[in-house]
Structure formats: C-alpha cells, structure tokens
C-alpha cells in the first residue's frame, strides 16, 4: 500500500512539475510603434520651400541707418530746421538700412515634409535638413523635427 501511495504522490508531483515547465503567456511591456506612437507616420509628400527669417524684419541695419542718417540730417546748417533734418534723415536712413539688409542677406531654403499619422491625422512639419529621406518612409517626429524610424 506504501507503495502504491509513493508511486501516486511521484506521478502528480511529476505532473505538477512538467505543467510548471508549460510556456506561459508573455507580457511584454516592449514599445510598439505601429500601434502606440501618437507622432509616428509615413512621409507623404516633400516639399522644397523658402523659409521665413522671423528674426530679421527689423534689425540693424534699420537701426544704423538710422543713426548715419541722423548724423547727416545734423549736419545741415540751418538753425531752425535742424531737428527735423535730424528727425528725416533718421527716419530715411532707417528705411534705407533696413532696405539694404533685406537684400543683401541670404534666403534660408528647407524642406516641408507632409506625414500621414497612424492614427489618421496629418501633421506638416518645416526644417534645415532633409536628412536624405523621401516618400514613403517611416518616420518619427521628435522635437519638431522628422526622424527616420528604423
């Protein structure tokens, strides 16, 4: 009888280590990108453009063409009009120098990238670079700025 019982408990401890053994089901908490990525898409069309330079609508060459301009204005002698031939040569030196910076500075040229999202939107997005990437591709957007999505 001893036996029999000892023979039973190794079969279901045998059983009970073999089902332990079984694969389980995976919960992997690995990102993917297909599914989840709110910014991740495919390049739909690419564009050549000309970009804007915010920061040089007024800058210095207004301001020193205002200053030579001022200077010259002070410069004719004529005692009652002399404040407004400062006043006129400021502002026509101004005009001027502004003029003169707007055309000698060179245009920026970039690249406008059209991206269909997964999720259905579409997002534009406008830089430097085109970083040799073309229609079609996937692709990421991280800090404003399109990215091959390897």
Known sequence: M???SLK???AALTVLLIAACSSQPRYDNRYDTRS???TCGN???IERVRLRDEHMDIGAGAVLGAIIGGVAGSQINTR????AAIAAGAVAGGVIGHQIQKNNRNPSKGYRFDVRLDDGRWAQVTQLE???LRV???VIILDHQVQYLR
């Open 2 to 4: 001893r036996s029999n």
């Open 80 to 83: 009652d009009h002399e404040t």
């Open 136 to 138: 079609g591709d996937r």
């Open 43 to 45: 390049i739909e069309r």
């Open 8 to 10: 039973t408990g190794l």
């Open 130 to 132: 085109k970083n040799n």
């Open 36 to 38: 989840r990525c709110e």
